[in-house]
């Protein structure tokens, strides 16, 4: 049996219902781009529907949610990357401001 | 004392050693554990561009918001989207052993891809039409222009770089030389790419609409 035919056949409702979830998020980042907020805050709620439509992407169209061990690798691995990118902004900060910190 | 111990020891026969030497990784074959490790790669470059580009508009006064409509790139939002969902339909039609129909959704994957590429294009051909380039913005900042052209051009090269994949995998899964497997893992690196536009759009797009 291949791996393709090992996954569970959870036929293409289940996937339907995703890619609907999936243009409905979308469509929110739409509305919240038309939102009269800053741009911070349109950041952070533009940022906070991509990583949830980023999961929904991962879990079932890429079908991370059948393999435990596999999910917590890959998810561990690239938030690790994404907070070590992170590190940069104090630098910026710094270059951009000088260190008040070291006065 | 572990297996691969007892193995060293000669405790254990020929056919468990090959056994535990062969394990697959998370239980995930080879190639498809190939194609994760190259997605974390990925996820890694394209973080790195977008966080560059939060540093540089976040610490850029007078940042330029040129577009106006959003038509188009909810346009291309939707046609990848969409693709991601006819590609798992190939992928369940490749696992329930039917080629042609497996093939017919990995083909029509691939045209949403031209079409997406087609309409990334027209758009480019807008903007360089305004006075934009990689080094020069009429809107203000050179910066713009080169941050929009870079990431945006880095996605269009993955997306190129599926449709190629998606038919050379597609045709030769139907001439029986590539397996469901394949198909699999082809759709796996075209969902990815469908997750990064997912961050693109409200990042370089959205936050960049003139109001």
Known sequence: ?103 | MSQADLSIHGLVSRSTENEIMTAPTFSVPAKKMAMWLFIIADTATFAGCLVAYGFIRTYTPNWPRPFHSITNVALMTFILLTSSLTMLIGVQSARKGDKSGAFRWVAITAVLGVLFAVLHLREWMGMIAEGATLFHNPWGTPLFSSLFFSITGLHLLHVSGGVVALIAVGIRYQGGRYNADDIEITGLYWHFVDLVWMFVVPLVYLLNLSH
Do not use: C
């Open chain 1, 1 to 103: 049996m291949t791996t393709a035919e090992a996954h569970k056949d959870s036929g293409i409702a289940q996937d339907l219902i995703v890619y609907v979830f999936l243009l409905i998020l979308a469509a929110i980042q739409f509305v919240i781009a038309y939102q009269d907020i800053s741009t911070s805050q349109m950041f952070e709620r533009m940022l906070v529907v991509a990583i949830i439509e980023a999961g929904l992407a991962l879990l079932f169209f890429m079908h991370l949610n059948e393999n435990r061990g596999l999910r917590w690798f890959v998810v561990g691995f690239t938030v690790a990357v994404l907070l070590g990118l992170q590190y940069g902004w104090t630098d910026a900060h710094r270059l951009v401001n000088g260190v008040p910190w070291a006065k």
